[in-house]
């Protein structure tokens, strides 16, 4: 029998990370021309501050509270074969789970020999696992520390 994540687990998608070659131009896109908000001061992600500081990510909202993430990557070669290599300008899809379903998640993708980017790792902000799908794009599972669905 296969062990799988019941449907209706993963609750939404958190955020969306895309690989951006030119900061500026994508943050100008996203925030001027497609009128996203960009998270400033506090509403920045906690693990994500010191980057944003360095200017090397960007972060905006949706209108329905998706996060899109921007990570400078601007010598990101073209598609590669070995799926440990950025092949995309897309960064990862994240979906959030309930905490308490988390470690059930880790053990479906362990005993479906999914491969495993990293993880699980714990941050101030909750937990999560990144691993590959069939055609080498990750995907993560992730939760907040105290969320309440």
Known sequence: MTLTIPSGYLKKVHHIAFNVKDMETSKHFYGHILGLVELTGDRIPETLKDLVQAGKVANFVTPDGTVID?????????????????????NHLAFDIDPQDFDRAVEVLKSNNIPIDHGPVTRPTGRGIYFYDPDGFILEIRCDRDAKY
């Not at 400078?72 to 300008?89: V, Y």
């Open 70 to 90: 921007l990570f400078w990557e601007p010598d990101l070669s073209p598609p590669h074969d070995d799926p440990t290599q950025g092949f995309t300008r897309t």
